[in-house]
């Protein structure tokens, strides 16, 4: 057996790719395999030299393979009661047991607002606030394009009343921090009155492997996906797989999952909820009661429609629908 793993590579995630046959090294202190992060981090320590061969293997094997049934125990001798109890043990997250997710911001990024959506969140304005949720979407596009790794949370917005002659007096600000447990980045959204605008960075971008944040799914985003699963031929989980597949490997790697959800029972939750979206009532025969009853109100009953009677279509619109329940 070899001493040291086949695959002798630099990424943070190479030591869940060794062969399990290399575990069962008699002389586990002598390997030299030392994988780096690539962000600067830490160095994985070889085998104690105090435990013995197997536990050392078994402990070795609980942080290689995440699945228990990889690990090829027989052939190395360690029964695998003993090896399943000491993995639950040795399974827990420490700090050598992975990298974190690192980047560098630049401090301060110049941008320019669009001024058809500037003038559209106008219509929108309610004293010192455009309306509830419609001018997130247009600051996260801006965003995105700078910063597509971390998962927003607005906290709050302002936007100007007053008149100004300077092209650089602010009209709309925001702040928003990453929702990332153990990210600490933060930012100041600024838009001036000539519409041309400064985004200020500060803090880290740093998450947890394994960890995923995603922003709540907001009305205009949902009925866009009501739409679409409505249709009939998009499936959530089809959609999610799309979604993730689409993402650039160092934003799947992030772990922000904005317009996916942090699992997949999000799309699911809108794509049920997009069958009783256009009912006039919880219940489906007072739905569509209803909707007979609105259906005769507006049609015009003095006007003929040639080959039909009026008369008849009102009373037998819903016959149809009452038809088409499944």
């Known amino acids: 057996m070899n001493s040291s793993p086949k695959n002798n590579h630099t990424s943070c995630h190479d030591d869940k790719r060794h062969s399990p046959h290399s575990l069962g090294n008699e002389d586990n202190t002598s390997s030299s395999y030392k994988p780096k992060c690539e962000t600067g981090g830490y160095t994985m320590p070889s085998s104690p030299e105090y435990i013995d061969d197997a536990v050392s293997n078994a402990d070795y094997a609980s942080s290689v393979f995440s699945n228990i049934e990889d690990y090829d125990h027989e052939s190395d001798g360690i029964n695998a009661a003993t090896l399943k109890s ?3 043990v040795a399974g827990a997250k420490t700090e050598n047991d ?14 320019s607002f669009p001024r058809e959506e500037w003038h559209r969140l106008k219509e929108t304005q309610n004293g010192r606030c455009f309306g509830r949720g419609e001018w997130q979407k247009s600051v996260l596009e801006i965003i995105k394009k700078s910063n597509p790794f971390c998962s927003f949370k607005f906290s709050s917005h302002r936007v100007s009343m007053a008149t100004f002659r300077k092209r650089r007096q602010p009209a709309f600000s925001t702040t928003a921090t990453c929702q990332f447990d153990d990210c600490n980045c933060a930012l100041k959204f600024v838009v001036f009155k000539g519409l041309d605008g400064k985004l200020t ?8 492997k394994d960890d995923i944040k995603a922003r709540f799914i907001r009305r205009a985003e949902r009925k866009d ?3 679409k699963f ?7 989980m089809k959609m999610q797989i799309s979604k993730l597949s689409s993402l650039q490997g ?13 699992t997949h029972h999000v799309l699911q939750k809108i794509s049920s909820e997009s069958r009783s979206h256009d009912r006039m009532d919880s219940e489906e025969l007072k739905s569509l009661l209803g909707l007979m009853k609105k259906q005769k109100e507006e049609i015009n009953k003095d006007t003929s429609i040639r080959g039909y009677y009026s008369t008849y279509l009102s009373r037998h619109c819903i016959s149809f629908a009452l038809l088409r329940v499944d």
């Open 250 to 262: 160092a934003i799947y790697e992030s772990g922000n999952r904005d317009g996916i959800g942090e």
């Open 86 to 88: 000491l993995s639950s």
């Open 98 to 111: 992975s990298c974190d997710f690192v980047r560098c911001l630049p401090k301060c990024v110049n941008f």
């Open 201 to 208: 960075y500060s803090g880290k971008v740093q998450h947890a």
């Open 225 to 227: 996906l009501y739409h």
């Open 230 to 236: 409505s249709m009939g031929s998009l499936k959530p």
